[in-house]
């Protein structure tokens, strides 16, 4: 059973630029969810992904977007970067049901200059 | 929004203590978890316990879904216990949840 896997682990972008994260889900988990730690805070639930279609969001302006594959597999885009979008983008996944376990990957550390 | 409020904010123990560690929320949930994110920023999910107590090892966690608390003791604490323990609830699936902001433990040899 393969984990949750994120790519890349470090991405260094300047303010205005575009960025694309990506995360494989635990195999057998059709639901995948993104969020946003800040240094020092828990971290933040920027949107979750089921069955390919957007299922929630958080407090996070439009130009964070989404998608998920078939394969369950997701993407986070973040266009228009701003200094305060630096932090670590975890992703998570679970089967989608209303009990069951969150599984996080080891995040993607965005440094944005 | 749902608040979630942990305590204390930063502990300091010797190997070999005792802790407890507290999360309460502003209103009724559905799911509660508690993680530990490792130094190196992994979140493992340590228990899912909307109610009641669960054991595994030397941890263990009781949520008092009435009264809005979940407590996480961890007995005969180990260097390796070092890191932020975070309890996350949510009134949908486990996936859409709030984070409190963490208890940072350090656990000196």
Redesign the interface.
Known sequence: ETGVTQSPTHLIKTRGQQVTLRCSSQSGHN???W?QQAL??????IF?YYREEEN?R?NFPPRFSGLQFPNYSSELNVNALELDDSA?Y?C?S?S?????????G??T?LSVL | GIQ?EQSPPDLILQEGANSTLRCNFSDSV??L?W?HQNP??????LF?I?SGTKQNGRLSATTVATERYSLLYISSSQTTDSGVY?C?VGV???????????TTLTVKP
Not at chain 1, 40 to 45: A, D, E, K, T, V
Not at chain 1, 96 to 104: D, I, N, R, T, V
């Open positions: 639901t995948v969810s969020y020092g805070q828990g971290p933040q639930f979750q929630g958080g670590l975890l998570a679970s989608g049901a209303s009990h069951e376990k969150l599984f996080f080891s995040g550390q | 979630v559905n799911n978890q993680f190196w920023g992994q979140l493992i999910n899912y909307p975070f996350a949908s699936n486990a996936g859409k949840s709030t984070f409190g902001d963490g």
